[in-house]
């Protein structure tokens, strides 16, 4: 098993024709995904590759989505926590920002998940029925 860093993932989801280095790479990224070689996407890069497609390239959540719909979906890649991952993919799909969205979805065995001043995440949390729940703390 051969397990790939956030820039492998973004250069095969990513388009980056301007960028010289990055279409030579984005082949060697679609041989590699393609190859059929059992590879791991870890809990940690696929965050970071959200936040890579998100506000370098400027996916917006719905793109954001596919990427991981289709990731999840290749029968050579393991993706760590996959459950937690498509749970987070839709509270992000239904507002909440992807990362709290993944920290809340890895948290599903505890009681509740606090936080200080997040009124933002606690509301939209709310909203969605999320569990555990979300709560402030005075």
């Known amino acids: ?56 390239y400027g996916f917006g959540i719905e793109d954001f989505a596919r990427v991981v719909d289709h990731l999840t979906r290749l029968p050579n890649v393991v993706v760590e926590d996959r459950a937690a991952v498509l749970a987070a993919t839709e509270l992000a799909r239904g507002g909440l920002d992807f990362a709290d969205a993944l920290h809340v979805a890895r948290s599903g065995h505890c009681g509740r998940f606090v936080t200080f001043d997040d009124r933002r995440l606690a509301r939209r949390a709310s909203r969605l029925s999320v569990v555990p729940p979300v709560e402030l703390l005075a």
């Open 1 to 56: 098993m051969t397990s790939v860093d956030t820039n492998v993932l973004a250069r095969f989801y990513v388009d980056d024709p301007e960028d010289g280095e990055a279409t030579a790479q984005r082949e060697v990224a679609r041989r590699l995904l393609t190859s059929g070689d059992v590879l791991f996407v870890s809990v940690t890069v696929t965050l970071e590759l959200a936040w890579v497609v998100r506000a370098v």
